[in-house]
């Protein structure tokens, strides 16, 4: 294990089957068998999909931040209806329509600095595999072949289907939306192998022509890939039922034991000004036109600022604050890195309090950054130990005998050894070069405001504009002098105010 992981005591994820945060104790120890859903490839990939991808990829980081051997398993669903309407739609074959997005999708993924995980499956190439599953969940003689070649499954010979989401199969008849058909023993039957249809995509089985159920896909992927038992398992909460349902029906029927998943992970939805994002409302946007217009960066913060199991909504504020955000990490970054490179060497820390108690603290911050992580993936709460820290930075910097000394080094190094180990490696923020890093977020201002460099105001300007915030402060203004103050710092001009009066700068 690496040094981060002595600082945890135990990670502790919530079980959507238990509703409790439990322990994660892998089967073998050290060892972490983590499979997530990815996408159905049959357009650019949304800002919900985006959403779930890096839940994964930060559950990824931090388990191998944490001294676990992680094996890390997201698919790709390359046959479906929707890929076949699409391939319609623009007059190429459905295996064609699944390439070209799957390919977008790993445009976005990279641009989003996703870390690549240990196997990316997809359907079509692991037939033989969902043949192979169906034929034992038969043998087992827990589902049925109808006149027509379709394999389904008996809900009714599973004891304990429902348990995911905690419904009754009384219930679930009532109330799910499933295709009602003769030829089904109980309306929640779900296919396992559909019959092929005129044009369609097919496959040869021992039950005719046909291609997979949605369901059967994902058991026989983390199946071949990770066993029939599992440490982890991701998703959206949408996928709960039916598809996290069946799942556990099929792999568990298959395998004549259980649990095929010790702990169910499940990220929260997206909102679009408190209603919910969908395609049927039509409020649904794509992640490359949030990645083209805000970065990798943004994103990323953003989505992983707010905990996974809360919904994120988007707004203006959510924007800003993210902003804002990054804006403070890349600012401590560059005072640290130019105040690690003013000293070439350095003496004992403990010989000058100021910055040797700087030390102790993100020595204290670590632990306290990777105790939020161990509990549930905390990253909030990870964060704000991060800017506790920074205001800390700030304050013992701004302290007369604390620049440039031979222990400041020392501490500045510090703080770009949390930020880097601690926040990058794991959130996966703040590991630019702040040169790069602000002017980006300068830019995304600028266009944010529909304005470009050109528009930047110039110094007499600027001054006339802070002699304006002086005397709306004087008036006790403060609304005007605030918004005076943000249009400034939208066109990429920082004020600070001291007793000697308010300064500007300009963001690199």
């Not at 929640?188 to 039950?207: H, I, T």
Request: glycine residues 8%.
């Amino acid at each position: 294990m690496n040094a981060a992981a002595r600082l945890l005591p135990e990670v502790r994820l919530t079980n959507t089957m238990t509703g409790k945060r439990e322990p994660l104790v892998p089967l073998q120890p050290g060892k972490v068998s983590f499979y997530s859903c990815g996408p159905t490839v049959y357009g650019l990939i949304h800002i919900g999909n985006l959403r779930g991808g890096l839940v994964a990829d930060l559950t990824y980081r931090y388990l191998k931040h944490a001294g676990f051997e992680v094996t890390y398993v997201r698919n790709y669903t390359d046959v479906d209806d929707k890929i076949i309407r699409k391939a319609e739609e623009e007059g190429i074959s459905p295996d064609a329509v699944a390439k070209k997005y799957t390919i977008e999708a790993e445009r976005d993924y990279a641009v989003a600095g996703m870390v690549e995980p240990t196997h990316k499956p997809c359907v079509t190439t692991h037939i033989n595999e969902i043949i192979t599953l169906i034929e034992r969940i038969l043998a087992n003689g827990i589902a049925y072949v109808a006149p027509d070649g379709e394999v389904l499954f008996e809900i009714n010979k599973f004891p304990g289907y429902g348990k995911l989401s905690h419904k009754q199969i009384d219930e679930l008849v009532a109330g799910a939306r499933v295709e009602v058909s003769e030829k089904k023993r109980n309306p929640l039957d779900f296919a396992l192998w559909k019959p092929a249809k005129p044009g369609e995509p097919y496959w040869e089985s021992p039950w005719g022509r046909g291609r997979p159920g949605w369901h059967i896909e994902c058991s026989a992927m983390s199946s071949r890939w990770l066993g029939d038992r599992i440490d982890l398992h991701h998703g959206g909460e949408d996928l709960v039922f039916p598809h996290h349902e069946n799942e556990i029906a099929q792999s568990e029927a298959a395998a004549g034991h259980g649990p095929f998943v010790n702990i169910w992970l499940h990220h929260a939805f997206l909102t679009l000004s408190k209603e919910k994002m969908s395609k049927s409302l039509g409020n649904v946007f794509s992640a490359r036109d949030f990645l083209t217009t805000y970065g990798g960066e943004m994103a990323r913060y953003l989505l992983l600022s707010v905990h996974y199991r809360t919904i994120i909504d988007f707004d203006e504020k959510l924007i800003e604050n993210a902003m804002s955000s990054l804006t403070r990490i890349y600012e401590a970054k560059q005072k640290a890195l130019e105040l690690a490179s003013s000293r070439k060497s350095a003496a004992d820390i403990r010989a000058e309090s100021l910055w040797g108690s700087f030390v102790a603290e993100c020595e204290s911050v670590r632990r306290e950054i990777n105790e939020h992580y161990a509990n549930d993936l905390n990253t909030p709460g990870a964060l704000a130990s991060l800017f506790t820290l920074i205001r800390s930075f700030n304050r013992t910097l701004g302290e007369p005998s604390a620049q440039a000394t031979p222990s400041s080094v020392l501490g500045a190094q510090a703080l770009l050894q949390v930020l880097e180990s601690d926040i990058g490696e794991v959130i996966g923020v703040g590991r630019l070069s702040p040169e790069k890093a602000l002017r980006d977020l300068d830019a995304v201002r600028l266009k944010l405001a529909g304005k470009s460099e050109s528009d930047r105001p110039s110094g007499d300007q600027i001054a006339a504009l802070i002699e304006q915030r002086a005397q709306a402060k004087a008036a006790k203004n403060y609304a005007e002098a605030d918004r005076i103050r943000k249009e400034l710092d939208a066109q990429g001009i920082v004020l600070k105010d001291s007793p000697q009066g308010t300064t500007w700068s300009q963001k690199s």
